[in-house]
């Protein structure tokens, strides 16, 4: 089956480019097909290509998409691997991976032998591990695989300062563009009255009669089930709820639901994921961040301000399938207050994690290549922890916790189970399924 968007455009001299130049930029408005049939196009030059994604549901969606292109089923020439879940066969030649799991990749492979071609998609949402991933990329391109291609792939991107830097040429693909209606706030709506603000903003969208699908955008997942609740007693119309702490198939049964329903999620659903027949978008203006606080050594969550071009990002789901309409909850005197982007993740973030995977990989931290270098008041932070928890030796890291960075937890994490080496199976076993409690993350299926 043909298929044709947007993307179409810049096909013929992208491929052209990377006869002769192995990195390329990407960017493309919504609806152009730049994650789903640009990397089909790569497969007709290329045997082995890896998407990577910031998000686990992203990754498998796409995957799961992409697959139905070409009327197969996800794990044939398409596959996925996320955490906890991975679908691919030895037929896989295009796969969708997390961003952690390319880092995992990397690592376990650095040369990443049998891959063509890494596809950093969704780059401007500027996850440490995609800016690590383009690092070890580089670095992997420049001294042994000067035939891998690394593609960079985004929404928008300050182009100019990127393609300098990584010396790779820029494409753009316009998207299909439908008309969408912006609505801000009259008043300024303080956070702690939001969920009421919300609440009655939804049941006026759904008192629309051209509403179709609504998506609500939340900084948190407690005042999701506040406005759930809310609503609940008011519409019958079914309230899904969208946030990161979910298991996957939850995820995903929110993507798959058919009759109309409000979706009540955070900035997950912001980009990547595409919400069928979403035409109405209310958006609080709020998000949840982790922010490193120097004087404690660890992160701490703040509700903060959305920027500008997340604004832009959210208000881009209600028109990706016809006209569209979003309610802003916030005035134009505070949209002139509010940043033009948010900080790259490694700007704000402990770099603990990163600063075990630059040892992992054979380098120090700041031997690296970074499109934003790491603050060097947070890398000694990162090393005097590293140190106290005693895991290194000089600057490399010692057998113990090289063996045990294999398994994606945190340093806290990795000196626990090293120290369970003693520990029956069974009881490995169970610190394996509590340890990522230490990070913050959900416990795994069983």
Not at 62 to 67: I, P, R, S, T
Not at 193 to 219: M, R, S, Y
Not at 314 to 321: E, Q
Not at 418 to 433: C, M, P
């Amino acid at each position: 089956m043909k298929h044709s968007l947007p993307i179409d455009q810049i096909r013929v001299p992208l491929m052209d480019s990377l006869k002769h130049c192995p990195r390329a930029i990407v960017t493309a408005d919504p609806g152009s097909g730049k994650s789903t049939l640009l990397p089909l196009f790569f497969l007709e030059d290329h045997h082995r290509v890896l998407i990577a994604q910031p998000r686990r549901i992203a990754a498998r969606s796409l995957a799961q998409y992409v697959a139905g292109l070409r009327n197969e089923r996800v794990g044939e020439s398409i596959g996925y691997r996320v955490r906890y879940d991975t679908c691919t066969s030895a037929r896989t030649r295009l796969e969708y991976v997390t961003d952690g799991i390319l880092i995992r990749l990397l690592q376990s492979d650095p040369e990443l032998n049998g891959i063509d071609m890494v596809i950093l998609d969704e780059f401007h949402e500027r996850s440490m591990n995609l800016d690590l991933a383009l690092a070890l990329l580089m670095e992997l391109q420049s001294a042994l695989r000067p035939d891998l291609k690394i593609i960079i792939m985004s929404a928008t991107l300050d182009t100019l300062t990127l393609s300098k830097w990584c010396s790779a040429p820029h494409f753009h693909a316009p998207g299909l563009i439908f008309p969408n209606e912006i609505h801000r706030s009259k008043v300024t709506i303080p956070l702690a009255h939001i969920v009421d603000e919300t609440t009655k903003k939804v049941l006026t969208v759904l008192g629309d009669v051209q509403t179709k699908n609504c998506l609500v955008f939340l900084p948190s997942s407690r005042l999701i089930h506040a406005v759930h609740a809310a609503l609940s007693q008011r519409t019958h119309v079914k309230i899904n709820v969208l946030y990161g702490q979910q298991s996957l198939s939850q995820q995903t049964q929110v993507i798959a639901t058919k009759d109309q329903h409000v979706i009540l999620a955070t900035n997950i659903a912001e980009t990547s994921l595409t919400i069928p027949d979403v035409n109405r978008v209310v958006d609080t203006g709020w998000r949840r961040e982790a922010r490193y606080v120097r004087p404690w050594a660890s992160h701490a969550l703040f509700d903060s301000r959305i920027s500008h071009f997340s604004a832009r990002q959210r208000a881009g789901r209600a028109n990706r399938n016809g006209a569209g309409k979003v309610y802003q909850l916030w005035t134009d005197y505070e949209d002139q207050s509010m940043n033009a982007e948010d900080p790259p993740q490694i700007s704000t973030s402990n770099l603990e994690q990163l600063y075990l995977e630059c040892l992992y990989w054979g380098v120090a931290p700041d031997a690296l290549g970074w499109l934003t270098p790491p603050p060097k008041l947070a890398l000694e932070d990162a090393k005097r922890l590293l140190d106290r928890l005693k895991v290194l030796e000089g600057n490399k890291l010692t057998t113990t916790i090289k063996s045990a960075a294999k398994s994606q937890l945190s340093p806290r994490g990795q000196v626990v189970m090293s120290s369970a080496e003693h520990l029956s199976t069974q009881d490995k076993l169970r610190v394996a399924y509590i340890l990522p409690l230490l990070d913050g993350e959900r416990l795994p299926s069983r």
